[in-house]
Nanobody, 122 residues
């Protein structure tokens, strides 16, 4: 039974940083690509960053250079370090898992955790 538990959200001022964590269980973690997807109120889900089982990373243009995704296969954890946060980064952030192949399309992911809210405001 796939379980994904995201944590680490909160409220931060523009320019601040947050680190999101996602604890995974119930599947062979190293064989799955992991992504972070966000959804702001009234907007569609937006893929933010992804990492393959081997550690290859990919980012949406909107976060490139500010966000870093990483994973620890020994601990079944995936992280999202978010620096220089902007008000437009405000959203509920979800971690998602997909067998083998990472894509930037949220609809390709069938395994989701609950979200963690990130609010960037002065």
């Amino acid at each position: 039974d796939v379980q994904l538990q995201a944590s680490g959200g909160g409220m931060v001022q523009p320019g601040g940083s947050l680190r999101l964590s996602c604890a995974a269980s119930g599947f062979t973690f190293g064989s799955y690509a992991m992504s972070w997807v966000r959804q702001a109120p009234g907007k569609e889900r937006e893929w933010v960053a992804g990492i393959s089982g081997a550690g290859s990373t990919h980012y949406a243009d909107s976060v490139k250079g500010r966000f870093t995704i990483s994973r620890d296969n020994a601990k079944n954890m995936v992280y999202l370090q978010m620096n220089n946060l902007k008000p437009e980064d405000t959203a509920n952030y979800y971690c998602a898992a997909r067998w083998m192949v990472m894509t930037a399309r949220p609809n390709d992911y069938s395994n989701w955790g609950q979200g963690t809210q990130v609010t960037v405001s002065s």
